[in-house]
């Protein structure tokens, strides 16, 4: 199948609704994604998997030793997941994550403002990429002259996102 060959887009509304992520120790795993980030547990299935939720949703992210208890991340040039995007509401949930990594020693990886969006990037315990951004609003996005998208990478004022309250 050729790449444009759909014969009409996907209905709007369909949405990315969770991720999935083998990992190696659940509880390390946790100690991340909830005792950093801050997103809630759901439902823990002992050692082996948990689901963890924002705002009370069923799940926005499941974490799993199933396949791989003690495993090891992906090597380098394999293909595979290149991130998980964690969106935030605005600037100062944004900011707010940012001090969380801060505060708990996380290594970032790189932050960018990509025009439509502000956007810094890590790594989970698991090597597993993860983005946390915040979109700007759609009326600010970066149109060419006949107006089509046009994103950018460019650096990201960490400062002035850190200034947030």
Same mark, same amino acid.
């Given at each position: 199948?050729?790449?444009?060959? %759909? ?8 949405? $990315?609704? *969770? ?7 659940? +509880? ?30 069923? *799940? ?10 003690n495993g090891k991340p992906p090597a380098p040039g394999t293909t595979g997941l ?13 900011? +707010?994550?940012?001090?969380? $990594? %801060? ?5 970032? +990886?790189?932050?960018? +403002? ?11 315990? =698991? ?8 979109d700007r609003p759609p009326a600010e996005w970066p149109r060419s002259a006949n107006?089509? $998208? ?6 990201? =004022?960490?400062? =002035? $996102?850190?200034?947030?309250?």
């Amino acid at each position: 199948m050729e790449p444009n060959s %759909v014969s009409s887009p996907i209905h709007p509304q369909v949405r $990315l609704g *969770h991720v999935h992520l083998k990992v190696a120790d659940l +509880d390390r795993s946790l100690a991340f994604w909830h005792g950093v980030l801050g997103f809630e547990i759901t439902q823990r299935f002992g050692r082996q998997a948990a689901f963890l939720s924002a705002g009370g949703y069923h *799940h926005h992210i499941g974490l799993n030793t199933w396949e791989s208890a003690n495993g090891k991340p992906p090597a380098p040039g394999t293909t595979g997941l290149y991130h998980a995007a964690i969106l935030y509401p605005n600037r100062a949930t944004l900011a +707010d994550a940012i001090r969380r $990594l %801060v505060a708990a020693n996380i290594e970032i +990886d790189g932050a960018a +403002d990509h025009g439509v969006s502000e956007a810094i990037y890590l790594r989970d315990p =698991d090597g597993n990429g993860v983005e946390l951004y915040r979109d700007r609003p759609p009326a600010e996005w970066p149109r060419s002259a006949n107006g089509e $998208l046009a994103m950018f990478t460019r650096p990201l =004022d960490m400062a =002035d $996102l850190l200034a947030e309250k």
